[in-house]
């Protein structure tokens, strides 16, 4: 994706910056941090997107004031048998049907359980994105959904990004046995494909649960998705950051360091781990990206959020059968992904612009 | 060997005519093949025509001795024949049992533990070998050295009890006496056995040729035995069926020699795609189910095409009664009133009755349960007197198939709201029955559905609630029901001879069996039976459709 091959992002110094804008005199103090903020205000793609993802957050946030001043139902309420008021007209929120017995075992049959279309604001805010065939409210699943994916895909993102952190430290510091067998650890994990691991564990721990070394995890918890993504993730961030890792323990700085006697720890909190600082947003605003779509596939097949809670990949698999009568109901939440994820891409890209100018040939693929 | 009865009597209900234990022997089985009733079949024969196609569900096998899906058991019909049949005919009739590949129905000894059949003579398998007598041992034989789903079946034949404990190392069955010169057949039982007959139309019992290796055939299929036979089988793809070159014309007047030279199937699991196929003329039947949510719209465009047919089927709730909460009886009674039935119907598209009773309502044993009214109130109560209100409970259901899956959602749902922490797990269709059937999964609550092998309460009550049948593994009693007193009560009803089995007072018992085990007991939870649907394209004539035992009967079909 190329988006952001203009050339204010070829600027890779400060220096360079400054020669642009007209004197050197203007940058002289100011840290690399206000440098990178600079450039991705001039982005506006990227901040465009940004806006767009905290819109959406704010929305699923909001899901529960819709449910209760809106829709007037929660996210798991059915409504098989139910009637809504639309212009006037009493129409039923899933249809019905009837049997009549012709005889020699034949039957006539009407045809029920076909769930209402989008009423838009017709009905008082219900069934907005219409229903599903057990007669509870799209939006509000959508809108619930999104705040179990969005949760899901941050928290995970963040628990592989915590986790890659320590063992790319602990890895590319010590190096030796330790660095040979936490790259074993991730060559371990990378052999599998990302999805049928993560169906592997998720199914398998969806079944039982969690109940080991002291934790009590049921089998619906949404912590099970949340582990497994985290997990399948570990070597796509710990393995660039302990490339990185490698390369800054050759530095002057760390030999002067360990000079003065600082203990490994405090070099590697204070000395390695501030310079790792910048990859290390870039990398977690673009894995935030993956795991929000492994829980979607995860939870499509099966193996994630498990129903009748919402996430946006349950919601996709529900309508899945009926897409050709409904397909308001894969549509609405398919749309809320492609637009999570793309947003969250772009402003990636940019926030990688912005903190790591060089890697903008990385970028235009 | 004393009198002998005939065992067209037991023909069970379905011929009515039950009951008859005195009737003279040859005489009445001579009466043969039973075609004087079927009826339908000549007026659907003599309108050959070169190619039907059609689109099929999945089957699991094309090998008699170990296919056990309808998708499967709706082609055999045709094409393996046993020493009994169902009738091929629509409606009750369908389930009647006339002779096949015997040349009359069986003489049964007084004590109904002495079948002798008699084979028609001159019939031959498709690839030209001879029919003998002695390839029904053989048969069942190969059935036990495949370890074969219906081994369970004949473990009252006399001297099978070696071939239960080490089936691959089964070599004979003394209880089966043949002799291929006479073309007799005898089988001696331990006891007698009210079902032998329908057991005995099974196709786990179509002989094929002894030659026939014991292990699963596919690539091709044994043989056949009736007037087809599967040339050609690509699992989980397509198969094709021909005639069989030496099937003769009106060899048994009970089996339809058939319209169609060559049948040509494409297999699907998609219920859409396979409609579309017959909507867009590429094929002339959909053996699928129409997809519920597009019933409306198909009903609207080619309603003339498609036919709807009750089926003896139960879908229903199993509690398990080992296991908390549902081994207190309040608790499963509250599942009964909690649970609305036209609500589970509109679940499935419209595409079923509501049900209270366990056996489907074309049995004549079959007497309404009109009990539990849908009370969420009283349910709540109960749920409350039970002591089990707040406890954690898994419902169990069917992830790929979208009606079973709404249906387990819908029970979740309800379970909530009766105070349970309710989840639900859902699991694939392909491995959905061996997992809850698996003791150490601990399913407590779920969706199960049966669809009968043959039509007598003993392939319901006896496979699915007899304790004494529950099993580790492969478990079909889901909820682990077992109740002693009525244990021995579907012992008894199950070991009566043939000519008892469905006298009136004998059907009494069996309705008082249904009461007793969902009011009674609230044992299960059933809620509704199943409809099926036939599409068919608009070049077929559907007054030649026949919907038997095994569903639509392809030999019969016909164009316009």
């Given at each position: 994706?190329?988006?952001?091959?203009?050339?204010?992002?070829?600027?890779?110094?400060?220096?360079?910056?400054?020669?642009?804008?007209?004197?050197?005199?203007?940058?002289?103090?100011?840290?690399?941090?206000?440098?990178?903020?600079?450039?991705?205000?001039?982005?506006?793609?990227?901040?465009?997107?940004?806006?767009?993802?905290?819109?959406?957050?704010?929305?699923?946030?909001?899901?529960?004031?819709?449910?209760?001043?809106?829709?007037?139902?929660?996210?798991?309420?059915?409504?098989?048998?139910?009637?809504?008021?639309?212009?006037?007209?009493k129409l039923d929120?899933?249809?019905?049907?009837?049997?009549?017995?012709?005889?020699?075992?034949?039957?006539?049959?009407?045809?029920?359980?076909?769930?209402?279309?989008?009423?838009?604001?017709?009905?008082?805010?219900?069934?907005?994105?219409?229903?599903?065939n057990l007669g509870r409210d799209l939006a509000t699943r959508i809108l619930y959904g999104g705040e179990n994916s969005l949760q899901i895909g941050l928290a995970s993102a963040a628990i592989t990004t915590l986790l890659s952190i320590v063992f790319a430290l602990l890895a590319g510091y010590y190096g030796?046995?330790?660095?040979?067998?936490?790259?074993?650890?991730?060559?371990?994990?990378?052999?599998?494909?990302?999805?049928?691991?993560?169906?592997?564990?998720?199914?398998?721990?969806?079944?039982?649960?969690?109940?080991h070394f002291g934790l009590d995890v049921s089998g619906s918890s949404l912590w099970i998705p949340t582990a497994v993504i985290s997990y399948v993730y570990i070597p796509y961030i710990g393995r660039p950051l302990r490339g990185q890792v490698l390369a800054l323990r050759?530095?002057?700085?760390?030999?002067?360091?360990?000079?003065?006697?600082?203990?490994?720890?405090?070099?590697?909190?204070?000395?390695?781990?501030?310079?790792?600082?910048?990859?290390?947003?870039?990398?977690?605003?673009?894995?935030?990206?993956?795991?929000i779509l492994t829980e979607a596939a995860l939870s499509f097949l099966g193996a994630g959020v498990q129903p009748p809670n919402p996430s946006w990949g349950t919601l996709i698999s529900d309508g899945e059968s009926d897409i050709v009568t409904a397909p308001w109901w894969s549509i609405a939440p398919g749309v809320a992904i492609v637009l999570t994820v793309l947003s969250l891409n772009v402003f990636g890209d940019g926030l990688r612009d912005a903190l790591d100018p060089r890697a903008k040939v990385r970028i235009e693929h | 060997m004393g009198a002998a009865v005939v065992a067209a009597g037991l023909a069970l209900v379905v011929t009515a005519c039950g009951g008859g234990s005195s009737s003279s022997s040859a005489s009445a089985s001579g009466s043969s093949s039973g075609s004087g009733s079927s009826g339908s079949i000549a007026s659907t024969q003599g309108k050959?025509?070169?190619?039907?196609?059609?689109?099929?569900?999945?089957?699991?096998?094309?090998?008699?001795?170990?296919?056990?899906?309808?998708?499967?058991?709706?082609?055999?019909?045709?094409v393996y024949l046993t020493l009994v049949i169902k009738q091929h005919a629509n409606g009750p009739a369908g389930a009647k049992i006339v002779p096949g590949l015997a040349q009359s129905m069986p003489t049964v000894n007084k004590a109904g533990t002495d079948y002798k059949f008699t084979l028609r003579k001159g019939l031959k398998y498709s690839n030209g070998t001879p029919i003998k007598a002695s390839d029904f041992e053989k048969t069942i034989v190969r059935d036990f050295k495949l370890n074969s789903p219906g081994i369970g079946f004949y473990s009252n034949i006399v001297g099978v009890d070696p071939c239960e404990k080490s089936p691959t190392k089964c070599t004979s069955i003394p209880g089966i006496v043949s002799n291929d010169a006479a073309g007799t057949i005898e089988i001696k039982l331990k006891q007698p056995e009210s079902d032998f007959l329908y057991v005995m139309s099974l196709f786990f019992s179509a002989p094929v040729p002894p030659t026939t290796p014991a292990t699963p055939q596919g690539s091709p299929p044994?043989?056949?035995?009736?007037?087809?036979?599967?040339?050609?089988?690509?699992?989980?793809?397509?198969?094709?069926?021909?005639?069989?070159?030496?099937?003769?014309?009106?060899?048994?007047?009970t089996v339809p020699d058939g319209n169609p030279d060559t049948v040509q199937g494409t297999i699907l699991d998609d219920l859409a795609q396979s409609a579309q196929m017959v909507a867009s003329g590429q094929a002339d039947y959909d053996e699928n189910l129409l997809p519920s949510d597009r019933l409306a719209q198909y009903q609207k465009k080619y309603g003339s095409q498609i036919k709807y047919f009750t089926t003896p089927s139960t879908y229903y709730f199993f509690m398990n009664q080992r296991l908390a909460p549902f081994n207190n009886i309040k608790a499963r009674q509250a599942v009964n009133y909690a649970i609305d039935r036209n609500q589970l119907v509109k679940l499935r598209g419209g595409l079923g009755k509501p049900t209270q009773n366990f056996l489907p309502p074309n049995y004549p044993q079959f007497k309404a349960i009109n009990y539990y009214k849908y009370d969420l109130n009283k349910a709540?109560?109960?749920?409350?007197?039970?002591?089990?209100?707040?406890?954690?409970?898994?419902?169990?259901?069917?992830?790929?198939?979208?009606?079973?899956?709404?249906?387990?959602?819908?029970?979740?749902?309800?379970?909530?709201?009766?105070?349970?922490?309710?989840?639900?797990?859902?699991?694939?269709?392909?491995?959905?029955?061996?997992?809850?059937?698996?003791?150490?999964?601990?399913?407590?609550?779920?969706?199960?559905?049966?669809?009968?092998?043959?039509?007598?309460?003993?392939?319901?009550?006896?496979?699915?609630?007899?304790?004494?049948?529950?099993?580790?593994?492969?478990?079909?009693?889901?909820?682990?029901?077992?109740?002693?007193?009525?244990?021995?009560?579907?012992?008894?009803?199950?070991?009566?001879?043939?000519?008892?089995?469905?006298?009136?007072?004998?059907?009494?018992?069996?309705?008082?069996?249904?009461?007793?085990?969902?009011?009674?007991?609230?044992?299960?939870?059933?809620?509704?039976?199943?409809?099926?649907?036939?599409?068919?394209?608009?070049?077929?004539?559907?007054?030649?459709?026949?919907?038997?035992?095994?569903?639509?009967?392809?030999?019969?079909?016909?164009?316009?």
């Open positions: 994706m190329a988006t952001t091959g203009t050339e204010e992002f070829t600027l890779d110094t400060a220096a360079e910056l400054a020669a642009e804008e007209g004197g050197g005199a203007a940058i002289q103090g100011r840290s690399p941090w206000v440098l990178a903020a600079r450039r991705l205000r001039r982005n506006y793609v990227a901040l465009a997107f940004l806006a767009l993802f905290l819109l959406i957050v704010v929305c699923c946030l909001l899901a529960p004031v819709y449910s209760s001043h809106i829709s007037g139902v929660g996210p798991n309420d059915t409504n098989i048998n139910g009637t809504i008021v639309v212009n006037g007209q929120v899933v249809s019905n049907g009837g049997i009549t017995t012709l005889g020699n075992g034949q039957v006539k049959v009407v045809p029920a359980g076909v769930p209402i279309g989008p009423q838009w604001f017709n009905a008082g805010g219900k069934y907005v994105l219409g229903a599903d030796g046995v330790v660095d040979w067998i936490i790259t074993r650890f991730f060559d371990l994990i990378w052999a599998f494909p990302v999805i049928l691991l993560g169906i592997a564990l998720g199914t398998a721990l969806s079944i039982n649960g969690f109940h050759e530095k002057e700085f760390i030999e002067a360091a360990v000079a003065q006697g600082a203990s490994s720890a405090r070099i590697m909190v204070s000395e390695i781990l501030p310079n790792l600082a910048s990859s290390i947003l870039v990398l977690f605003t673009l894995i935030v990206a993956n795991t | 050959t025509f070169p190619t039907l196609k059609v689109a099929w569900g999945d089957t699991d096998y094309m090998d008699p001795g170990l296919s056990y899906r309808l998708e499967s058991w709706q082609l055999f019909q045709d044994p043989p056949g035995s009736g007037p087809y036979y599967i040339a050609n089988y690509s699992p989980h793809k397509s198969f094709t069926i021909k005639r069989n070159p030496h099937w003769q014309k009106g060899a048994i007047a709540k109560q109960l749920v409350q007197q039970s002591g089990t209100k707040g406890q954690a409970v898994t419902v169990y259901t069917i992830s790929d198939v979208s009606t079973d899956k709404a249906i387990g959602e819908y029970l979740q749902g309800v379970l909530k709201s009766l105070g349970y922490k309710a989840s639900i797990r859902e699991l694939a269709g392909g491995n959905y029955f061996t997992i809850v059937g698996n003791q150490s999964t601990k399913a407590q609550i779920g969706f199960t559905d049966w669809y009968e092998d043959y039509p007598y309460p003993t392939d319901w009550f006896n496979v699915l609630l007899n304790g004494e049948k529950i099993t580790q593994i492969h478990n079909n009693n889901y909820g682990n029901v077992d109740i002693k007193p009525l244990n021995k009560q579907m012992d008894q009803l199950a070991a009566l001879p043939g000519s008892e089995a469905s006298s009136t007072g004998t059907n009494s018992k069996w309705a008082a069996l249904d009461q007793a085990f969902v009011v009674k007991n609230a044992s299960v939870a059933p809620f509704l039976n199943g409809v099926l649907t036939s599409f068919f394209s608009s070049r077929m004539n559907m007054s030649c459709d026949v919907f038997d035992d095994n569903q639509d009967d392809f030999a019969q079909f016909c164009l316009k």
